[in-house]
């Protein structure tokens, strides 16, 4: 389970403004983003970010529009300039690579696809395909092979000589997608890859980029304002708000014990039934139960679960890995399971 | 008595202008008083001059009148002229070769060469038959009313000059585009250009080269006729898609590779339609050009204006009007399919 870690980001802030130095003065001092905006016309980005992102795993940062999830996927490349912090990229500190190493690691080390595409119009989808091949210094015939490979396995093995503008949006993505393969980078940054997609082909995308990692086991870091994209995809989820991290962990994890009146908003209108999956609701035990109504698997969602009991209530299951029990699941209490963790406004107030 | 004759007297510096009297050049208005004898009459404050230099030296002598100033002008620039002339000689001495040898060759290769090799280009840079053919008449019909030499001159200059704009303006463009600070340097002289009337450029090229020499007309056209290129590069190149841009930073692109790989091929229409214009300004100014022995279709409008042959001026400006319309064409054609292999 626990992979190395690949890339490592401490301590980070952003802020935007004419004196970003004196402004991170006061915000470790404790100012908020809405005084520092007020008073000294600095916006701050990001505040005190740190995450582990583990080798071969799915990264999610999850937010909306405004939450620094952008400027902060686009800090890992340096993209833009930290205000202060650090990240690791396998133990090596990238603010303190020169042009040079920067450049090698952006062309080698990882690969970008972006919510618009950003492909070049006037180069063929092979073309496109090749870019990071192109930069290294290849040529057309040189790349060719690796660049075909790569459309081929996203599906676009007949559409190798059209321009981008020829493509319909999801199939451009695919380009994007396969681009970003065929530099055979370790790591893989995906910034909305499929926000601008309609939600079918979205599905789509999702599935052939599980279908990918499965095979390919690269680090992806995901952005996304989509909790249901976020839930099906990561291994690790970050929600972020207003520049500073609110809960990491797995996503399981966070659904079911949310940390967060804001968090739970964001988790309320949820398909519960279709996120949940069998092994955060069971029951841990080795004891067979006394009427086991048939083995289910530790992955299948909770509506997979209810399918089976046909709605019976009264049934008990035993949950499996690889055919050993590993617990049991009491339909009840997957029921309850399906009832959201109580929403904000009453648990505060409990507090209260 | 002159109106400001306090303003010297209370700044004390009544023996300094008396110092330096002299009655030699005069303002004509002087010399009408003077002859009419109604200087140094008294004066009501409705006719009160404003402080001109003029006023002023009537109360005091030693000031400067304006004419000075324009004279001031012209000798330092007669006293520049020689040293200018060493250095810019030489530099725009290849302009002057570059038209000669166009005209010679346009003019003295036999038309059924030149023509068909004309159609050609159009052919090869609109990749439209249709407009071959509108090209191949229009130019038959110059030819059949004997302005096909005109014609070819006019051609000649035009290609020349636009091909030399083209290869200076791109690379100031592309300048401007990367830095804030040379585009605010060069955003004013190109204001300049732009709204300096064509006749002005004329006046200090006539001191700075002989009217024998081509590169007179040729450094006019090309002063005139750059400024569209030059502005649209570099718009073009600051209007490359964000996102593009930051994709080529993200695969590592050195800044050579994304100017020649994305900005120049993304600026590629902004920088045609610049092309267009300059080609199209080059037109009118070949024809003002005429003035200082440019030749071409303008010399038969000139002399239309000066002999006051009605038909040559207008039959030469309806030639203009035809060559205009083919290299307007042509150009445009060319940007359409430029643009239609990149629309986004």
Redesign the interface.
Known sequence: MDREIKVSVRNLYKIFGETPDVALEYVRQGMGKPELLEKHRHVLGLQDINVDMRDGEITVIMGLSGSGKSTLIRHI?R?IEPTAGEIEIDGKNVLDFDEDQ???????GM??V?????????KTVLENAG??L??RGFTVEEFEGEARKWLARVGLEGNADQ???ELSGGMQQRVGIARALA?NSPIM?MDEAFSALDPLIRSDMQDLLLELQEELKKTIIFITHDLDESLKLADHLVILDEGHIVQQGEPQEILMNPNDPYIMDFIADINRARVLRVRSVMERTQDAPAECAGDISEHDNLESVITKSNGNTDLVYRVTRKGNQIGVLDMKVLVKALVPTEPSDSIERAQL | MATYDFLFSSLGLKEWCAEDASDAPMSMAALLNKSKGTEGEATSLWDLPFPSMDALNESCAAFPQSRELTQGLEQGFLAIKDNLSIVLDPITQPLSWALDATLYGMVNTPWWIVIPILLAVVLFVTKSWKLVGFVAGSLCLLAFIDYYEYAMQTLAIIFVCAFICVLLGVPIGIAMSRSNMMQRLTVPVLDMLQTLPPFVYLIPLIFLFSVTESKLYGIAIILYAIVPVIRLTNLGIRLV?K??I??A??????SQ?KLF??QI??A?PNIMAGVNQTIMMSLAMVVIASLVSAPGLGVLVLQGIRNLELGVGLVAGLGIVILAVILDRVTKASLARINA????
Do not use: I, W, Y
């Open positions: 490349n993209l920067l450049r090698k690691l952006r062309r080698e690969s970008m972006f919510q618009k595409f950003a492909l070049l119009p006037h870019m990071a192109a930069v321009f981008p503008h530099s940054l | 898609d996102d593009v930051e994709a930073d993200a695969f590592g692109m050195t590779q790989r994305v091929p993304l590629l292999s990149q629309k986004q």
